[in-house]
């Protein structure tokens, strides 16, 4: 899952971005809504995080922007203007969602994960083949009964490649939906965490390492 966080109190908005890599998202996180579209126009996120009070664009036209031009992102406003007034106003102008300040994180991260659910096509509540089984609401992956002790960005590599069985997913398709801002795209990120994946699934291989430089599970 990638998100973007953009709020403007830094504190806050690398709180966030911390809590939620934690739960095995990807997240960029940007402190004005100029720098909000910038990454917009380039990257694709499931989830934008969004405060309405933005220096430089308002939240508001952001919200706009992305509702015109029917983007698969969803929105999750994040602000003080807790009133019911302002949640109407949020929601009419495009946003998916609304939770007002304070907030619990716990909460706040079972909204983002709902939200990417709509953003992309209905996955089956566990994915699985053969004797692998993964389930992303649990955070648990198994095989042949025994569960695996995976990093978020092993688990992370588990589930995209799960979600389309005999489909061949690149390096660099991998990288953009399993890291963040901080990777570096000439880097060897994903073979090094997919070697640390094979081994941890042990025998019989699972993954095949295609030679045009992505990765499966099962046949096409």
Known sequence: ???????????????????????????????????????????????????????????????????????????????????????????????????????????LVARVRALARRATPPLPPALAYGDITLDPARRIASRAGRRLDLSPREFALLECLLAV???????????????????DPFSSAVKHTMYRLRAKLGDPPVIETIREGGYRIGSS
């Open 1 to 107: 899952m990638r998100v973007l966080v953009v709020e403007d109190f830094e504190v806050l908005a690398r709180s966030i971005g911390t809590g939620l890599r934690r739960e095995g998202m990807a997240v960029d996180v940007v402190l004005d809504g100029t720098a909000a579209l910038e990454r917009l126009a380039v990257t694709r996120y499931d989830v934008v995080i969004l405060d309405r009070d933005l220096p430089g664009v308002h939240g508001d036209e952001i919200c706009r922007r992305l509702a015109q031009g029917r983007c698969e992102t969803r929105v999750l406003m994040l602000t003080a203007s807790g009133t019911i007034r302002d949640r109407v106003d949020g929601l009419s102008l495009g946003a998916d969602d609304y939770l007002p300040k304070p907030f619990a994180f716990a909460e």
């Open 165 to 183: 069985p005999g489909l061949v997913i690149s390096a660099e398709e991998l990288l953009e939906r399993v890291w963040d801002e901080a990777a």
